[in-house]
C-alpha cells in the first residue's frame, strides 16, 4: 500500500505554503500527494507546483494526482491534453481523477446550460475518449454526451496517464473496472471499501480485464488536536456538506450521491435526526455537535495526534492509495502539519 496526502482549500494555505507541506510529506516519506478540484484554482497547476517543490526533497519528486475533477468544466481533449502534460513533467508520476461532480443535480446543471444526462453514460463517454487520448491512439466516438471524430492528442511519445474514476455506488464502481486505470473513493468505512472492491473487480471481470490491474485510492480525512472536542467540531463540520448536503433533501435525492453513500452505511436513522434540527433552524455549529461520534470514526479520524495512525491503517485497509486528506481543527499551518505527522508512513507499518 502506498500512503499520500491531500490537501484542500479549505486549509487557507498560500501557495508558499502548499509548497513547504509538499517537501515535509516528501521528508516523512509519503509517496505521493493529491487535490481536490472544484471552480477554485486549476488542480494541475497545483500538482505541478507541488511536484516541483517535493524535488526539493526527492530528486524525481512524489506522485501527484487529482482526485477528483468534475468533468463539466473540461471537454475530454481538454483533461487529455492538461493531464497528458502533466505526465510529460513529471516523467510519469501524475495520476488524473475524473468525477461526475453535481452533473445529477439540476442546479449544478443550469450553471452550464447542460440538457439532463447520465451520470453514468456521461463518465463513459469521458473515460473512453480521455483513456485512447492519453494512449496515443486516433479516436473516434460517438456517445450521449461527447463525440470526437478521429482526434489525437499531440504529445509524442504518448503520456500513458493513469485515468481513476470517482465513484461511490454500484454502477459507477462497476464502470471504474471496466473502463478506468483505478477508483477513487471517499468517505468509507473499511465494509464500504469491501464492498466497492467487489463491485471493481465484478466490472473489470465482465470487461475481460484483470482485476488487479484496477486500483482502490481513497481520502481518509484525519483531524488532530491535543482538545478533542476542537477537533470533533472541526471535523464535523468538513462532515457535513457530503454527508447532509448543503439543504435538506427530498426523498428523491436522498437516493443520489453522497446521501445515499452514507445511507448505505447504516446512517440513515442518524441524518434524518440531524435534518429535522436543520429544518427546525438550528445553527450550523449546533448540528455539526449533534453529529454521532460513531459516524465520523466511522469514515475518518478526529482526537489526539497519538490514535490518528492506528485509526488510518484500519481504515486503510484494503486500498492500493490511502491519502491522509487533512481537516485543519484550528487555522493556519500547523494543524495541518500535525496532522501529516501524526500519520506519517512509519508509524503505518
Not at 454521532?292 to 466511522?298: D, F, G, I, Q, T
Given at each position: 500500500m502506498d500512503f499520500g496526502v491531500g490537501l484542500d482549500g479549505t486549509l487557507g494555505l498560500s501557495v508558499q505554503d502548499e509548497m513547504e507541506m509538499s517537501r515535509e510529506a516528501a521528508r516523512l516519506g509519503y509517496t505521493s500527494i493529491w487535490t481536490p478540484e472544484g471552480t477554485g484554482q486549476d488542480s494541475f497547476q497545483v500538482c505541478n507546483y507541488r511536484w516541483s517543490a517535493s524535488r526539493d526533497v526527492?530528486?524525481?519528486?512524489?506522485?501527484?494526482?487529482?482526485?477528483?475533477?468534475?468533468?463539466?468544466?473540461?471537454?475530454?481533449?481538454?483533461?487529455?491534453?492538461?493531464?497528458?502534460?502533466?505526465?510529460?513533467?513529471?516523467?510519469?508520476?501524475?495520476?488524473?481523477?475524473?468525477?461526475?461532480?453535481?452533473?445529477?443535480?439540476?442546479?449544478?446543471?443550469?450553471?452550464?446550460?447542460?440538457?439532463?444526462?447520465?451520470?453514468?453514460?456521461?463518465?463513459?463517454?469521458?473515460?473512453?475518449?480521455?483513456?485512447?487520448?492519453?494512449?496515443?491512439?486516433?479516436v473516434t466516438h460517438e456517445g450521449e454526451t461527447v463525440t470526437l471524430r478521429g482526434g489525437r492528442l499531440g504529445i509524442r511519445p504518448a503520456p500513458n496517464t493513469p485515468v481513476y474514476l470517482g465513484a461511490l455506488g454500484p454502477r459507477m464502481l462497476e464502470l471504474a473496472g471496466e473502463a478506468a486505470d483505478g477508483a477513487s473513493l471517499n468517505w468509507c468505512d473499511s465494509e464500504r471499501v469491501a464492498w466497492s472492491r467487489e463491485r471493481v473487480?465484478?466490472?473489470?471481470?465482465?470487461?475481460?480485464?484483470?482485476?488487479s490491474e484496477v486500483k482502490l485510492a481513497e481520502y481518509i480525512r484525519v483531524c488532530v488536536d491535543d482538545d478533542e472536542d476542537a477537533a470533533r467540531r472541526?471535523?464535523?463540520?468538513?462532515?457535513?456538506?457530503?454527508?447532509?448536503?448543503?439543504?435538506?433533501?427530498?426523498e428523491r435525492q436522498r437516493q443520489l450521491?453522497?446521501?445515499?453513500?452514507?445511507?448505505?452505511?447504516?446512517?440513515?436513522?442518524?441524518?434524518?435526526?440531524?435534518?429535522?434540527?436543520?429544518?427546525?433552524?438550528a445553527a450550523r455549529e449546533e448540528v455539526a455537535d449533534a453529529f454521532?461520534?460513531?459516524?465520523?470514526?466511522?469514515v475518518g479520524?478526529?482526537?489526539?495526534?497519538?490514535?490518528?495512525?492506528?485509526?488510518?491503517?484500519?481504515?486503510?485497509?484494503?486500498?492500493?492509495?490511502?491519502?491522509?486528506?487533512?481537516?485543519?481543527?484550528?487555522?493556519?499551518?500547523?494543524?495541518?502539519?500535525?496532522?501529516?505527522?501524526?500519520?506519517?508512513?512509519?508509524?503505518?507499518?
Open positions: 526527492v530528486p524525481e519528486g512524489l506522485h501527484t494526482g487529482i482526485s477528483v475533477s468534475p468533468v463539466m468544466w473540461r471537454s475530454p481533449m481538454a483533461f487529455a491534453m492538461s493531464g497528458g502534460t502533466m505526465s510529460q513533467v513529471t516523467g510519469g508520476r501524475f495520476y488524473m481523477g475524473i468525477g461526475a461532480g453535481g452533473v445529477y443535480q439540476p442546479r449544478a446543471r443550469q450553471q452550464t446550460g447542460m440538457a439532463r444526462v447520465s451520470a453514468l453514460e456521461m463518465m463513459r463517454d469521458y473515460l473512453t475518449v480521455i483513456r485512447g487520448l492519453v494512449a496515443g491512439e486516433r473487480d465484478d466490472g473489470a471481470r465482465k470487461a475481460g480485464r484483470d482485476p472541526a471535523f464535523a463540520l468538513s462532515t457535513m456538506n457530503y454527508a447532509l448536503g448543503a439543504r435538506v433533501p427530498t450521491g453522497y446521501r445515499a453513500h452514507f445511507e448505505r452505511m447504516g446512517f440513515t436513522d442518524a441524518l434524518r435526526e440531524l435534518d429535522e434540527m436543520r429544518s427546525n433552524g454521532p461520534a460513531e459516524l465520523l470514526l466511522k479520524y478526529f482526537g489526539k495526534p497519538a490514535g490518528a495512525a492506528a485509526h488510518f491503517r484500519a481504515l486503510a485497509e484494503g486500498l492500493d492509495i490511502a491519502m491522509v486528506r487533512v481537516v485543519a481543527a484550528r487555522p493556519g499551518v500547523d494543524s495541518t502539519l500535525a496532522a501529516i505527522r501524526a500519520c506519517r508512513p512509519e508509524l503505518l507499518g
